[in-house]
C-alpha cells in the first residue's frame, strides 16, 4: 500500500469515527467498497497499548496492515511479525492470523481489504457502537452468544483450530439470529453506512 498519513488525514476528513472508549479503540471508514465498486475497503484505526486481536482467517478477502505508528506484534500464517512505524503486512485467503499493540504507543494503521467486504464493513462499526451501550464485555467480544456469532458470520471471521468445530454451530446462531429479527434490530440500532 502506498497511502501516506496525510493522504489518510484527508481522506478521514468528514468522516465519522466509531470509538470503544472501553477498550480504546477508534475506526474511519475512509474508503467503503460502495465507493470503490467493491474493489477494496480502506480502514484508518487507532488501538491503544495492550489491544488483542484473536487469531482468526478470512476466506473471502485479503487484508493489508500498513503501520503508521506504534508496535504491533503477532502471527500471520505461522510467522511472527513485528511491526514498527512504516512497515506492513499482508493477510491473504484463509491465514490465520492475530496480533496484539505492544509498547506504549497507540498504534495508528490502515486496513486494506480487498475486494471489499460490506459485512466486515457494517459488523464492525456496529461492534464499536454495540460496546459503548455495554453490549460487550471489556476485551470487545459480545456478551451475547447469537450476537456474537452474527458478527463472526456476517464478517467473514472465522475461527482456526479447535474452535474452527464451532463454526457450523455459529452459522445456525446467525441464521437464526437473522430470522428472528436480530440482525435487523442491531442494523437498524448500531449501523448506518458511512
Known sequence: MNWTVEQITALREG????????????????????????????????????????????????????LFEGTLEGRVAGQEVVLTDGEETVVPPRAVHGWHSAGERTLRFVLEVRPAHAGFEKWLVALQRMASDGLTHPDGRPKKLSHAALILVESDINLPGPGRALMPVLRLLARRARRSGVARQLEERYWRAP
Open 15 to 66: 468522516r465519522e469515527t466509531f470509538r470503544d472508549t472501553a477498550q480504546g479503540t477508534a475506526l474511519t471508514w475512509v474508503r467503503t467498497g460502495a465507493e470503490t465498486d467493491g474493489e477494496y475497503s480502506l480502514m484508518y484505526a487507532e488501538y491503544a497499548p495492550g489491544i488483542t486481536v484473536f487469531p482468526h482467517f478470512h476466506t473471502e478477502y485479503t487484508e493489508t496492515l500498513h
